[in-house]
């Protein structure tokens, strides 16, 4: 719901706007956070009027309008997380547990575990169950700051439990205050049922299911797992070619276990973005830049694994590409909801500055969801999607680590309430 009125935000000690060009940053232009010292922050009916110096800003500050103090604090936008799989049922902490004592995701999605245990717990929920399991995961991302995030579908794999969760997604998007992106991932992994028809189960994807989400407007995008336990090149090429052709805009899980798993495909269909690239080599990223592909980085995933093939991040940027940086909350391979939590990993496993990261997590990230225009920075017409930190540096989101911070949360010009 969006505030009518004026709200100023005063005695900021540190804004950090984003100000720049209107596109995704890259290069050094991911270090240039647009920081405003003893500013201020003016919003009317939800969007920003304007952003700068409270002394330029004083006498414009209408005598009605609701007065908030940022104490001296830090104020950023909020995350923007571009990658998530927010609604599903059950947990896999049994798996966890085997990870630990040596099973590789690999092996216990072999077995059975892995995607499709989830896909049956969450084939088994009710309406209500899978909408009361989205708003605890919202408000987890909430807490942690993020106020804009895209979902995927992917533990249905059959018509009824797809639409369902993207339903869901649609109700709590309506419900607010969290800006919520749908995606259809049918395309996750082959379900039991199809385990020697996966012919027919990629031919229906791409010939029933996605012609139906695209005309009941369910879903912006539409994404495929392409990978060894997965699908194909060519499987993967036959469900995103047609979601193009449905206008749905195209994302792909790409080279996360080996190299040529889909990131080449990703670029010849000029995909939003290409996500993972744990494995990605020096010709793949140019194909990715001269086909302006964003890169989606996963670190929480890695982490997670236990693995030590962190996506190359300098090379990326180094390269030009517009780096994004994502949660990819689910409950298997990253079950990790905390937006700061990822900037701490990219800083110190992929060697990203917190202003490289914070970009990527913030504008990089909203552009990549095509949101650009309208959220991921503090700048005048744009929605007032911002965070009243409990600290006054933004590097302090990197540095420190797993903090059970909890900044105020402005949605709209409306601070969020979830029990604070």
């Known amino acids: 719901m969006i505030v009518t009125g004026a709200l ?3 005695n900021i000690g540190q804004l950090v706007t984003l100000a720049g060009p209107a596109r995704p940053r890259i290069g050094p232009e991911l270090g240039e956070l647009g920081i405003v010292r003893d500013a201020a922050l003016l919003i009317e009916d939800g969007r920003i009027a304007a952003a700068g110096s409270y002394r330029e800003l004083q006498s414009k500050i209408p005598p009605h309008a609701v007065i908030e103090d940022a104490e001296g604090r830090c104020v950023t936008p909020g995350f923007v997380d571009a990658h998530t799989h927010m609604i599903f049922a059950g947990n896999r902490a049994a798996e966890f547990e085997l990870r630990i004592s ?6 216990i999605a072999a077995a059975g575990g892995g995607i499709l245990s989830t896909v049956k717990a969450t084939r088994a929920a009710s309406d209500d169950e899978l909408l009361a399991v989205a708003r605890l995961h919202r408000d987890w991302m909430l807490r942690a700051g993020t106020t804009t995030a895209e979902a995927k579908s992917g533990y ?3 018509r009824g439990a797809e639409l369902r969760m993207l339903r869901a997604m649609a109700w709590i998007n309506a419900e607010g205050p ?3 992106v749908p995606t259809l991932l049918a395309a996750h992994t082959v379900p039991p049922e199809f385990v020697d028809r996966r012919a027919e189960y990629v031919r229906w994807i791409a010939e029933e299911l996605i012609p139906e989400v695209a005309k009941l407007k369910l879903a912006r995008f539409c994404d495929a797992f392409c990978d060894d336990h997965a699908f194909t090149v ?3 090429r036959t469900v995103l070619t047609a979601a193009l052709s449905h206008g749905l805009e195209l994302r792909v899980h790409a080279e996360q276990f080996r190299v040529g798993a889909g990131a080449a495909l990703a670029a010849e269909l000029r995909a939003r973005t290409a996500d993972h690239l744990e494995m ?3 010709e793949t990223l140019d194909a990715l830049c ?3 592909v964003q890169p989606v980085l996963l670190p929480g995933s890695v982490f997670a694994l236990a693995r030590s093939a962190y996506p190359p991040a300098r090379t990326m940027v180094e390269r030009g590409l517009a780096i994004v940086l994502a949660s990819d909350f689910n409950p298997g391979s990253s079950p990790i909801s905390s937006m700061p939590f990822i900037l701490s990993l990219a800083c110190i496993e992929m060697a990203l500055t917190p202003a490289e990261a914070l970009s990527a997590a913030t504008i990089n990230a909203a552009w990549s969801l095509g949101l650009g225009e309208s959220v991921g920075s ?3 017409g744009k929605q007032a999607d911002f965070l009243i930190h409990e600290f006054n540096d933004y590097r302090e989101l990197a540095y420190l680590i797993a903090a059970p911070a909890r900044p105020r949360v402005f949605i709209a010009g409306r601070e969020a309430d979830f029990g604070r």
């Open 8 to 10: 100023a935000i005063v």
């Open 102 to 107: 040596g099973a590789t995701y690999q092996q």
């Open 156 to 158: 249905g794999l059959e």
């Open 178 to 180: 969290m800006r919520i």
């Open 234 to 236: 060519e499987e993967a």
């Open 280 to 282: 990605a080599t020096e």
């Open 290 to 292: 001269t086909a302006a």
């Open 378 to 380: 503090l700048e005048a």
